[in-house]
């Protein structure tokens, strides 16, 4: 499986679409199973450390409560509050080392880039990951850990030349499943308004990322797919498996 070219950073990162717990009304999620399958090799003796983000959300309290009772009995939960919003409180974002797997929610790109910036979580999530922390995100939290994407976190869809950089290229979020996604990101990949190639990910799919390449794609809906967005916009499917 080809994509974009690895930026030098080791370690395992898994960017989706849409889906998990945030999208299912009874909290069960294929994606969700196969992240904690991927924690369990590491940490068979224990139930894992899983540590939600909710940056992006403004720390919305529904949403936390709806990541702990998606993992109640299956992990050790935990919360990363910038906003310190009780019962939340405020955490040092050195917590993230200490985890099994970092789930970061969705919500508004620009603001999660920001407030991470100011807080030192960007320098936490790469020193975490370079440990053996496997970082997962939704939508917003998909988004970041790449150079650039697209986002609606400005109004309108827009192109975002902004990212952590873990990964190559761009990022386009909801890709089938929400209007002017798919042919507003196959124009910017094509114009370069955003970098390329791009990858574009539908709702209820995931793309497992291992030291910067595109390892595998984890889907838990029959027409859910990923692919890459070529430079001249044309697409290329990521198979499954």
């Not at 717990?21 to 199973?33: G, P």
């Amino acid at each position: 499986m080809s994509g974009p070219e690895p930026t030098g950073l080791r370690g395992t990162i898994v960017a989706l679409g849409g889906g998990g717990f945030s999208m299912s009304e009874t909290w069960e999620s294929a994606i969700d199973d196969a992240l904690l399958q991927m924690v369990s090799r590491e940490s068979t003796s224990r139930l894992p450390h899983v540590c939600f983000v909710p940056t992006a959300s403004g720390d919305s309290g529904d949403y936390i409560e709806r990541f702990e009772a998606a993992f109640d009995g299956r992990a050790q939960t935990h919360v990363l509050s910038l906003f310190g919003q009780s019962p939340w409180d405020y955490r040092d974002p050195a917590m993230l080392l200490d985890m099994d797997l970092v789930y970061v929610g969705g919500g508004s790109t620009i603001n999660l880039l920001a407030l991470w910036r100011r807080h030192g979580v960007d320098e936490a999530m790469r020193d975490a990951v370079a440990g053996g922390t496997i970082l997962a995100g939704i939508s917003a939290g998909a988004n970041c850990w790449f150079e650039a994407s697209s986002t609606d976190s400005f109004g309108p869809l827009a192109p975002l030349n902004d990212g952590l950089g873990f990964l190559r290229g761009s990022a386009c979020p909801h890709f089938h499943g929400e209007p002017g996604r798919a042919e507003s990101f196959q124009k910017w990949i094509a114009d370069g308004s955003l970098p390329g190639p791009g990858t574009a990910i539908d709702d209820h799919a995931a793309v497992v990322y291992e030291d910067g390449r595109a390892a595998s794609v984890i889907v838990e809906s029959a027409h859910a797919r990923a692919s890459i967005v070529e430079a001249d916009g044309r697409l290329r499917d990521l198979q499954p498996g």
